[in-house]
């Protein structure tokens, strides 16, 4: 009588069928993952080669005439003017070096036009924020220039993020806003604003001022997609060579002994 055998063990034959199925198809989703974040490092680059493209574009003059949001973002400007403190606002939650603060925002109004342009003169101590205690760094008087970045307006990105009250007949205007939402804020300005706010710099050469710390929000770097890649990369070659050991340990005929 022929004596039979059980069939050999094999990666794709129960009862391993299913754990290789599991284990190949987790390792093309993180080779997938790994692939998707080179892809945004890839995206990251090209928009940070655009925004220095723009930044590096001769400054543009701001006269108080049209200007195009789309084309016009980002640019550096110049602008001739006189700050209007009365219309001053601030920006809540903003931080230099994790120092909590707020941002001072005052419309210029541009020399020789009926126009303004909100100018974000940078970061000042929370513990300045208020109308009273802002006064003092009302240091920009008369007729100045201002050089900047143009910025386009923010909106409001999810409903999980803070919104800024309505202005009515019960809140005529806003001191501190948590956006830069100039359609809104136009709505308790007297005059007609810029469609861009200008995020004020310090001028080459010239030597910074303290406060109000000209803060612009340019970010330039790459983010963590790199490592991000490396690792589902690296766990896309840890999973099968785990499970292979597995297989292997557990496949492996028990040693037999003679008597």
């Known amino acids: ?27 093309l989703f993180m080779l997938g993952l790994g692939i ?16 220095m493209a723009r930044m ?24 001739r003017g006189a700050f209007d403190y009365e219309q001053e606002i601030v920006l809540r939650n903003r931080t230099y070096g994790e120092v909590p603060g707020v941002h001072q925002l005052v419309p ?10 909100l100018v974000d003169r940078g970061w000042i101590p929370f513990e300045f924020s208020t109308p009273e205690q802002r006064a003092k760094f009302r240091n920009a008087t ?24 309505p202005l009515n007949s019960e809140r ?19 005059y007609g604003l810029l469609p861009l706010y200008l995020e004020e710099e310090t001028p080459a050469g010239a030597e910074a001022r303290w406060l ?18 490396i690792q589902w990369f690296a766990f896309a070659a840890i999973l099968p060579l785990v499970y292979g050991f597995l297989y292997t340990t557990r496949t492996k005929p028990a040693p037999k002994f003679e008597d």
């Open 36 to 51: 998707w974040q080179i892809d945004r490092l890839q995206q990251r680059r090209a928009a940070n080669a655009q925004i």
């Open 108 to 117: 210029l109004r541009i020399a020789g036009s009926d126009a303004a342009v």
């Open 212 to 229: 109000p710390r000209p803060d612009p929000d340019i970010q330039l770097d790459e983010g963590s997609h790199f490592i991000y890649a």
């Open 56 to 79: 590096n574009q001769p400054a543009l003059n701001l006269a108080g005439g049209a200007l195009d949001p789309e084309t016009s973002d980002l640019r550096r400007a110049t602008v």
């Open 1 to 27: 009588m022929t004596e039979t055998r059980p069939p050999a063990p094999s990666l794709f034959r129960a009862p391993w069928l299913l754990a290789t199925v599991a284990v190949l198809l987790g390792t």
């Open 172 to 190: 005529a205007r806003l001191d501190a806003w948590f956006r830069v939402d100039l359609p809104r804020i136009q709505e308790q300005v007297p």
């Open 142 to 165: 008369g007729e100045v220039e201002v050089q900047g970045i143009l910025r386009h307006s923010q909106t409001r990105r999810s409903s999980l993020s803070p919104a800024d009250p």
